[in-house]
């Protein structure tokens, strides 16, 4: 299971902490991403940290306001985002993949920002 | 714009086949793995395809996916109406160090 939390409506240039909790799985064999969803649109990934958290990777639209970590000892996965701006409303899912394939085969169930004034 | 181009929307009768084309580029497609997943309305996406042509366990044998050059397709045969959902192709682009998706196909099932 992929629990996710911390979603919500937030001002413009606002901050937010959105987390999501593993079960049921070896949280460290595997590397995780967060992918968002605006209303309406298609989807488009976000982040991605390996499952050390030794490598990093960020979309261009986020690069420098978001950052993305996790604690294995705790099975949890987290995205800090930071000077939120409007074109960042989206559902925000975080999704597994296991390091022998280029796949995401689990999602958690979506959390909802919401950035307006 | 996507990355990745499908088309918005393709439709088809019950029973019927139908496939959804993903267009890419050698720094993504051309160079690593594809991935479909479906998105059921309101729902979070699921995978049916890894690997190019793999299928998850628990994934009908009705869902098949190809890949050549720098262009995948996922095909659907016997389409129930339950098929009826937004398809989504992903990859690794090496260009931009990052995932890339498919603007999504919007399947009907007539």
């Known amino acids: 299971q992929l629990v996710q939390s911390g979603g919500g409506l937030v001002k413009p240039g606002g901050s937010l902490r959105l987390s999501c909790a593993a079960s049921?799985?070896?949280?460290?064999?595997?590397?995780m991403s967060w992918i968002r969803q605006a209303p309406g649109k298609g989807l488009e990934w976000v982040s991605y940290?390996?499952?050390?958290?030794?490598?990093?990777y960020y979309a261009d639209s986020v690069k420098g306001r978001f950052s993305i970590s996790r604690d294995n000892a705790k099975n949890s996965l987290y995205l800090q985002m930071n000077s939120l701006r409007a074109e960042d409303t989206a559902v925000y899912y975080c999704?597994?993949?296991?390091?022998?394939?280029?796949?995401?085969?689990?999602w958690g169930q979506g959390t909802l920002v919401s950035v307006s004034s | 714009q996507s990355v990745l181009t499908q088309p918005p929307s393709v439709s088809a009768a019950p029973g019927q086949k139908v496939t959804i084309s993903c267009s890419g580029s050698s720094s993504n497609i051309g160079n690593d793995y594809v991935s479909w997943y479906q998105q059921l309305p309101g729902t979070a996406p699921k995978l049916l395809i890894y690997?190019?042509?793999k299928r998850p366990s628990g994934i009908p044998d009705r869902f098949s996916g190809s890949k050549s050059g720098t262009s995948a397709t996922l095909g659907i045969t016997g389409l129930q109406t339950g098929d009826e959902a937004d398809y989504y192709c992903v990859t690794w682009d090496s260009s931009l160090s990052g995932w890339v998706f498919g603007g999504g196909t919007k399947l009907t099932v007539l």
């Open positions: 940290i390996s499952s050390s958290g030794t490598t990093i």
């Open positions: 690997d190019n042509n």
């Open positions: 999704a597994r993949g296991e390091s022998s394939i280029l796949a995401f085969d689990f």
């Open positions: 049921g799985f070896i949280f460290s064999d595997y590397y």
